[in-house]
């Protein structure tokens, strides 16, 4: 089993930035892919970036790339998601997901998710 808790949400001005975190729970953290969804009202869920279990490949969603960036620190078993430039089209509940093997741009294929943080911002 693996638990995930993201945080670092909250409400922002256009133009700020965020950071936010996921921190997971077990033992085999390194051997899962990473995955940052996030889902506005009435829209579905979508992938906004993911990173592979050895780092060795990332994804980024066209509309946010040059502003987002995926990282993960398996020391401490949590991976952040650094969002800079916010637009007000970025308001959404950011879930963190986890997967066996590699990414995937299907919500289904995930194995593990967090509970979601919420993103506003405002202009």
């Known amino acids: 089993q693996v638990q995930l808790v993201e945080s670092g949400g909250g409400p922002v001005q256009a133009g700020a930035s965020l950071r936010l975190s996921c921190a997971a729970s077990g033992r085999t953290f390194s051997s899962f892919s990473m995955g940052w969804f996030r889902q506005a009202p009435g829209k579905e869920r979508e992938l906004v970036a993911a990173?592979?279990?050895?780092?060795?490949?990332?994804y980024y969603a066209d509309s946010l790339k040059g502003r987002f960036t995926i990282s993960r620190d398996d020391a401490k078993n949590t991976v952040y998601l650094q969002m800079n430039r916010l637009k007000s089209e970025d308001t959404a509940v950011y879930y963190c997901a986890a997967i066996r093997g590699y990414v995937s741009r299907t919500p289904g294929a995930y194995d593990y998710w967090g509970q979601g943080t919420q993103v506003t911002v405002s202009s």
């Open positions: 990173i592979s279990w050895n780092r060795d490949y990332t």
